[in-house]
Structures are given as C-alpha cells and as structure tokens.
C-alpha cells in the first residue's frame, strides 16, 4: 500500500460518518495522545518506569498504526499529500545532512 493509497482508504473510512474529520486542534491533540501512548510502550520497553501489572498489553505496532491513522486524518483534511511530504523530506535529508553522519564503509 502506498502513502496515497492509505489516505484514500482512511478517507473512505471516515466518509461513512456524519460527523467526517474532526477539527484541525482535535486531530493534534489525538496526535499527542497516541505519540505519548507510544512513548509509554517504549518507556516500559527501555526506560525506567515498569508497567503495572493493570496495565493493558499494547504495543509499538499498534501505537504507530494509530500515529499512522491519526496523521493521514490531519492530511487529509487539510488537502496535504504525504507522499509528496515524504519525498520532500527525504531529499532534504539526502541534501542537508549528506555529510552529517559518518557512512558505513
Ligand atoms: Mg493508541
């Protein structure tokens, strides 16, 4: 599946509902929640704070796979081609730091 691909696919999604995208501010602050959901994975994978054990079983796939949908959401409802932010992002790293990392061999 390509990046347009799955913006079509969240957009058929959240095209049977009424209600449609949330607004811009809901959407970021959906955003966070699950960036900090993934944060808590990862923190309870590496960092210092252990899971309770009430805690549910989650994981950094389904976290990411939230991140994922919540930004598609964002993209589309603001007309933003992430492919297209993808492509440009990765010639700016390709452009910009082409000398900042010390290559393999
Ligand atoms: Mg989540």
Avoid at 30 to 41: D, K, T
Avoid at 58 to 85: H, P, R, W, Y
Wanted: hydrophobic share 35%.
């Amino acid at each position: 599946m390509t990046l347009n691909d799955a913006q079509i696919q969240v957009d058929e999604y959240v095209s049977q509902f009424k209600m449609g995208y949330w607004s811009p501010l809901s959407n970021l602050a959906r955003l966070i929640e699950e960036v900090g959901e993934l944060a808590r994975e990862l923190n309870h994978l590496f960092g210092d704070k252990p899971k309770k054990s009430s805690e549910k079983i989650a994981n950094m796939k389904e976290e990411m796979g939230d991140i994922l949908f919540t930004l598609i959401c964002i993209a589309n409802s603001q007309s933003v081609n992430l492919q297209e932010c993808l492509d440009e992002v990765i010639a700016k790293y390709n452009h910009r730091d082409r000398n900042r990392w010390e290559r393999k061999n």
